[in-house]
């Protein structure tokens, strides 16, 4: 790709961010939830070599008050990865995740974010051989990463986010060797949501409507 291409693209997206109408906004009390698709891949090294696992789950947004949001998820994910033998092994994961959003530009359709947070997850915790390992199956995870928003109208949204992910184990990529260091892995997802909205919103939406109508008579 040349880099006067590459320059046209860039410029047409930030023109795109600070011109495009504000349908959708993050709005105060704002609430919405929906369903993600997600990809993630361990980080590798050591004995294994990662490969690409896909997941889903359901995702849900509110916004606190304006630049700050609160994020959740519950997913079930694939970390699948290859050992020195070649023997390929997948790791079921599953996580409920709590994030802070920074919302950069709140009041437009289109809404960058930056994201930190925690969650408990549960696994399948495997050896080498892919026997089950006699470990924890419960574990803390810590995540942190970007996203942009972007609001169809505003009750719809398209939601991208990558996010990095540590665990607190180095058995998700299985393990027979002790004292090892806890495993991570990258983490990227598409998010489609619906948004409610508190009631003072859904009495100036009805008056706004009512008005509107009393116009056009």
Do not use: C
């Not at 980080?43 to 606190?64: A, E, K, L």
């Not at 928003?149 to 058995?171: A, C, K, Q, R």
Request: glycine letters at 12%; proline letters at 4%; a neutral charge.
């Amino acid at each position: 790709m040349s880099k006067s291409f590459f320059h046209i693209v860039i410029s047409l997206v930030l023109i795109s961010i600070f011109l495009f109408p504000a349908w959708g906004q993050t709005r105060v009390g704002k609430f919405g939830v929906g369903v993600e698709g997600s990809g993630q891949m361990l980080m590798g090294g050591g004995s294994f070599t990662p490969s690409f696992g896909i997941g889903g789950g359901v995702s849900m947004s509110y916004s606190i008050m304006e630049y700050l949001g609160l994020r959740g998820k519950f997913s079930t994910n694939q970390l699948p990865w290859k050992t020195s033998s070649g023997a390929v092994i997948t790791t079921d994961l599953m996580a409920l995740n709590i994030y802070l959003s920074a919302d950069l530009m709140p009041n437009s359709a289109w809404n960058p974010f930056i994201i930190a947070g925690g969650g408990l997850a549960f696994f399948d915790p495997k050896n080498n051989d892919g026997s089950k390992a006699s470990v924890a199956t419960g574990d803390m995870n810590f995540m942190g990463g970007v996203g942009v928003d972007y609001f169809l109208n505003e009750f719809w949204s398209i939601t991208l986010m990558g996010e990095y992910v540590m665990t607190g184990s180095p058995y998700y990529a299985g393990s027979n060797v002790p004292n090892l260091d806890n495993d991570s892995f990258i983490r990227g997802s598409l998010q489609i949501r619906y948004y409610f909205f508190d009631q003072a919103f859904i009495s100036r939406l009805l008056e706004a409507q009512r008005e509107r109508s009393k116009r056009s008579k």
